[in-house]
Nanobody, 110 residues
């Protein structure tokens, strides 16, 4: 059974940083397109960053990376703002396969 397990969330002050991790229990991890989404209370889930063999995309203060040897994708969050408060979800896609993690809470508050 495929599992995506996120970690690294928590409470951080405005201007701070966090690094989120997503460990994937999938074979051929390097073939998967990986992404991070977030969902704030009362809002729709939104795409934050993607990483594929073709490159990466990410919102301005964030950086996505992956370690295929560890089956892990990371999201570096810098210069955090209160509006970045949300549950952050990891996503893995390969053809018709589409998997989600359970999410990790990021709260930005003084």
């Amino acid at each position: 059974q495929v599992q995506l397990v996120e970690s690294g969330g928590g409470l951080v002050q405005p201007g701070g940083s966090l690094r989120l991790s997503c460990a994937a229990s999938v074979s051929s991890f390097s073939l998967y397109a990986m992404a991070w989404y977030r969902q704030a209370p009362g809002k729709e889930r939104e795409l934050v960053a993607t990483i594929t063999n073709g490159g990466t995309t990410a919102k301005g203060r964030f950086t996505i990376s992956r370690d295929n040897a560890k089956n892990t994708v990371y999201l570096q969050l810098n210069s955090l703002k209160p509006e970045d408060t949300a549950v952050y979800f990891c996503n893995a896609k390969l053809f018709s396969k589409n998997y989600w993690g359970q999410g990790t809470q990021v709260t930005v508050s003084s």
